[in-house]
């Protein structure tokens, strides 16, 4: 019998496969937009449902307020994907730029994720925040209110944040992102979003 002297080729070919194992689901993730793995688990914790209702996939229209004073439309095109994970008891969401490639082609990338998670017991959300850009994790934690979901935390550049989901609809919804500078005494709105359904 004669002994393969190379065994680094074994350990490469074994690396390859499991990377392949690992990421193939990420890979395929937005060829499956319009078809989610999963729905939301009977058994998940009530208050699941009410981010729940954006599961698909959306368009999005983003304004952001200048050092003027002034709401700026935002040109780069971009998407908002909403899928059910761990076997429909969490909520993950992908944000997504549109780009051209050099023959015309729309690709999308994937620019920052979050997982979600409603604790029914606490009466909250639990989230989390990672992007391409930062490169650092920035957690969350939000309530149900009526029909908004109000979420606090610390965001990956370190400021204290507030994002708010509202006027949530079967075919649209909106968000904004509001700053203190007080502890919380007072908020501005910084960032808005008004996203429509195109799955």
């Not at 959300?125 to 990672?130: C, D, K, L, Q, R």
């Not at 650092?136 to 029909?147: I, K, P, S």
């Not at 006027?167 to 007080?182: K, P």
Request: glycine share 6%; with cysteine; net charge neutral.
């Amino acid at each position: 019998m004669k002994l393969d002297r190379h065994p680094r080729k074994h350990w490469c070919l074994a690396t390859t496969l499991l990377a392949g194992l690992i990421l193939a689901p990420a890979l395929q993730r937005l060829s499956v937009a319009s078809n989610p793995r999963e729905a939301l688990n009977p058994a998940a914790a009530p208050g699941t449902e009410m981010l729940g209702r954006l599961e698909g996939r959306w368009r999005v229209d983003m304004k952001i307020l200048d050092q003027q004073g002034n709401w700026v439309p935002q040109d780069q095109q971009r998407e908002w994907l909403w899928y059910y994970i761990l076997d429909g008891h969490a909520i993950q969401d992908d944000f997504v730029v549109v780009f051209k490639d050099e023959s015309g082609n729309s690709l999308r990338r994937v620019v920052g994720t979050n997982i979600r998670i409603y604790n029914a017991e606490e009466k909250r959300w639990h989230m989390a925040w990672i992007s391409s850009k930062a490169r650092r994790l920035a957690a969350f934690t939000a309530v149900n209110e009526g029909d908004r979901v109000i979420m606090r935390g610390v965001n990956d550049q370190g400021r204290d944040v507030r994002n708010t989901f509202f006027d949530i609809s079967r075919d649209s919804f909106d968000w904004e992102q509001a700053w203190t500078f007080d502890d919380g005494a007072s908020w501005l709105p910084v960032a808005r979003i008004h996203a429509t359904r195109l799955e």
